[in-house]
Each structure stands twice: as structure tokens, then as C-alpha cells.
């Protein structure tokens, strides 16, 4: 009887790795580097042309500033909609998390529309380098955005299933991060093409 008044508590379980934040962050970390490069080419092709005192776009094309900035602020918005949702989860407020998870992905699809109007305005030729690296960037940071939204949208059926609470986020946090890269990587873009043209 006395042994078992002083046997020891059950051990602890072992602590769960965080994989699904550590594979986003490797996976947003090398997509930060994919757009680094794919930039820094953009910068350094307009440079050499621009050296040489050619135009940088063909003749009859222009970068239009209204649909890019409010794309980006558009992206500025959506991250305070996103932290907004991670914080009503870990307050167990679902109510306020579908919401919010709802707006950031509507701000998903308003950058969508945005940009694809943008295009639509810019009579840049595909076939010209500025078209082919402009079309490249951009079109791979709306992929980007898709799956941010995809995330996003796999994370709110997984809050409405009771995965996440205010003791377990991460699949949250983890898509949060994702997106705010996503911001991150669009800033750099609308800077770079859309304000130095």
C-alpha cells in the first residue's frame, strides 16, 4: 500500500515537433529565395537595357499604378485579417475565425482580380523580354497567393472539424506565416516592377 502513495506520476508525453510550422517556414524560405533570384535577374536585365539608353517597355505599353497599389494595399489589409484569425482561435473565439479567415481570403481574391486586371491594362507584349520576365514574376506570385488560399481554406475546415483551439494553433500559425511571405514577396514586386518600372 505505502509503495504505491509514493510511485512517481506518469511521465509527460513527449512533446509534439512543430512540423507543420518548420515545413512552412523551410518551404516560405525557399520560395523567398526563388523570388530574390527572379528579381534580382528583372533588376539587372532593365539595368543593362536601361544603360544603354533603350526604353525599358516596348513602345505602347505601360505599368499603370492605381491597379498595383491597390493590390498592395489590398495585401497590407489581409495581414492584420490573418493575425486577426489566429488570435480568435487562440481565444476560442470560432465565430470571429471563420470571419477572419473568410476576409483574408476574400483580400486573397481582390489581389487576384487586381492584378489580372492589370494585365489586362498594361499592353505589354508576352513575347518581349520585359512581358516574359514581368508575366513570370507576377504570374508565380499568383500561384503563390492560390495556394496561401488553398492553405488558408484547408486550415478553416480543420478549425471547423475542432483541431485547432486555443492550446493547439499551429496549422494556423504555420498558414499565417505563409502569408505574410506571400505579403512580404509582393511588396518586393510592387516595388521593383510596379514603382520603378
Avoid at 500500500?1 to 509534439?16: E, G, I, V
Avoid at 508576352?126 to 512581358?131: D, F, K, L, R
Avoid at 520576365?133 to 484547408?154: D, E, N, P, R
Wanted: aromatic letters at 10%; glycine letters at 8%.
Amino acid at each position: 500500500m505505502a509503495s504505491t502513495a509514493l510511485a512517481l506520476p506518469p511521465a509527460a508525453p513527449p512533446a509534439r515537433p512543430r512540423v507543420l510550422l518548420v515545413g512552412t517556414a523551410l518551404a516560405s524560405a525557399a520560395t523567398v529565395m526563388a523570388f530574390v533570384g527572379l528579381l534580382g535577374y528583372y533588376a539587372s536585365t532593365r539595368a543593362a537595357v536601361v544603360a544603354e539608353g533603350t526604353r525599358w517597355l516596348p513602345e505602347g505599353s505601360n505599368i499603370p499604378l492605381t491597379p498595383g497599389n491597390m493590390a498592395f494595399a489590398t495585401m497590407l489589409i489581409s495581414a492584420v485579417s490573418v493575425w486577426w484569425a489566429v488570435d480568435a482561435v487562440g481565444k476560442n473565439d470560432r465565430q470571429m475565425a471563420y470571419l477572419a479567415l473568410g476576409l483574408t481570403i476574400m483580400f486573397g481574391v481582390a489581389v487576384i482580380n487586381a492584378t489580372t486586371f492589370l494585365f489586362s491594362q498594361m499592353a505589354l507584349p508576352v513575347a518581349s523580354t520585359p512581358g516574359a520576365l514581368i508575366y513570370t514574376i507576377t504570374g508565380a506570385h499568383l500561384a503563390m497567393l492560390v495556394l496561401g488560399m488553398v492553405y488558408l481554406s484547408v486550415m478553416v475546415l480543420r478549425t471547423l472539424g475542432g483541431e485547432y483551439s486555443g492550446r493547439d494553433r499551429e496549422g494556423l500559425v504555420a498558414a499565417a506565416l505563409f502569408w505574410f511571405v506571400t505579403i512580404a514577396v509582393h511588396s518586393a514586386i510592387w516595388y521593383t516592377i510596379y514603382i520603378v518600372k
